[in-house]
């Protein structure tokens, strides 16, 4: 399921934004969309995929993307990227990947794990490495983490497995990073 917004009137081939919803356990709601408004009005195709883990769409898709099945969030990411390219409103040499928080951590993974499907990537606030994110956030997100990452001290692999930052050498795409110098959730290391 995603939510797709165009610039009216325009049937040019569109440089596509796929924005990655922040959570893990968030979505993409259909109603007035900040980012997507601005982006329109500049002539850009949004979409935004709710991908497994994504909520709203039942606990069973809510799990689905949670410790080991991590990769498959990646294939929804990697489905959204090779629909938008087939459809005519679509420039396909221009689609990139944007998300902020655990949409920048996704944005980071497909740059990382795709980096043939992106023109380029734009990660605001996301998480690099999840064992340096787990041992610096608050415990209430350490917490609710585990269940979504993996626990520190048994599932230091999986971990690694899943960390960006341990295949930032795979990135040919241009990333821009922003970040807050005090963001609660997200430390300012991470990026």
């Given at each position: 399921?995603?939510?797709?917004?165009?610039?009216?009137?325009?049937?040019?081939k569109l440089p596509t934004i796929v924005l990655v919803h922040?959570?893990?356990?968030?979505?993409?709601k259909i109603g007035w969309n900040v980012f997507a408004r601005f982006y329109t009005s500049q002539g850009y195709a949004v979409v935004e995929p709710n991908i497994r883990g994504s909520t709203g769409f039942g606990r069973a898709y809510e799990m689905a993307d949670n410790r080991e099945k991590r990769g498959?969030?990646?294939?929804?990411?990697?489905?959204?990227?090779?629909?938008?390219?087939?459809?005519?409103?679509c420039d396909p040499s221009r689609v990139i990947v944007m998300g902020g928080s655990y949409g920048g951590y996704m944005?980071?993974?497909?740059?990382?794990?795709?980096?043939?499907?992106w023109r380029a990537g734009?990660?605001?606030?996301?998480?690099?490495?999840?064992?340096?994110?787990?041992?610096?956030?608050?415990?209430?997100i350490r917490t609710v983490f585990v269940q979504e990452f993996g626990d520190l001290e048994a599932d230091s692999e999986l971990l690694d497995m899943w960390s960006?930052?341990?295949?930032?050498?795979?990135?040919?795409?241009?990333?821009?990073?922003?970040?807050?110098?005090?963001d609660p959730r997200v430390p300012k290391p991470e990026s």
């Open positions: 399921p995603e939510n797709l917004y165009l610039p009216r009137g325009n049937k040019a922040g959570g893990p356990a968030g979505s993409s498959d969030a990646l294939k929804d990411l990697e489905s959204v990227n090779k629909w938008a390219k087939s459809q005519p409103w944005t980071l993974m497909a740059l990382t794990r795709q980096p043939e499907l734009v990660d605001m606030v996301g998480i690099a490495n999840l064992k340096t994110f787990l041992r610096s956030t608050a415990q209430a960006p930052s341990k295949r930032f050498d795979r990135i040919k795409a241009p990333l821009f990073v922003g970040q807050g110098a005090n």
